[in-house]
């Protein structure tokens, strides 16, 4: 076989792997309004891991998925898993999430202020309670009451690297598990 017929098999060959990579295996997501502000921005790129949960993995508390938003099946979201299927979580006035009765610790929010989507929620199997780390700028589970939360098959994967500005290059704030303290 000649050098360049050789060349261009594998130039093809490559483009194949990367398509199926890309494809399959990630996907980008650009990030559209503040409802994930303070940890990730308007107009920033993240790389999400279509393989996170595959093979009996499932979502952990504190995971910032992108998933398919039940009210509208075409639009992607990203949010941050605050319940996991079967609890029950109360949002407070004072915007202090309880999870069967234990108090979120929650690092990741500069402001915990719920504005008034307070209330209490049980999720239904393989459904997932989200929420945006801006609460007061977040459509969330809080405003979707029926079913409550996510279903696990609109969940494509977990949000992975940040890629675009290239300035803020890194892994998504993913903070996994979040502890539960104790409720007093």
């Not at 360049?4 to 295996?25: C, G, K, N, S, T």
């Not at 940890?39 to 993240?46: A, D, F, G, I």
């Not at 915007?95 to 504005?115: F, H, R």
Request: contains cysteine.
């Amino acid at each position: 076989m000649r050098p360049v017929l050789r060349e261009i098999i594998q130039i093809v060959l490559l483009a194949v792997v990367v398509f199926f990579v890309l494809h399959f295996l990630v996907q980008n997501f650009r990030i559209e309004g503040s409802s994930m502000e303070p940890n990730l921005h308007t107009s920033q790129y993240v790389l999400v891991n279509k393989t996170a949960y595959w093979f009996g993995r499932d979502p952990s508390r504190g995971d910032i998925i992108v998933f398919h938003a039940p009210d509208q099946p075409r639009a992607d979201r990203i949010k941050r898993v605050i319940g996991l299927p079967g609890e029950t979580i109360e949002v407070k006035r004072d915007g202090t999430v309880y999870i069967d009765g234990d108090q979120l610790d929650e690092p990741y929010l500069e402001s915990a202020d719920p504005g008034n989507k307070i209330g209490i929620w049980t999720l239904p199997p393989d459904h997932y309670f989200v929420m945006g780390d801006n609460r007061l700028s977040s459509f969330d589970s809080r405003s979707v009451s029926d079913p409550v939360g996510i279903p696990r098959k609109n969940i494509i994967g977990k949000a992975w690297l940040v890629i675009w500005p290239v300035g803020n290059w890194g892994c998504a704030p993913n903070r996994s598990p979040v502890p539960l303290e104790a409720a007093s």
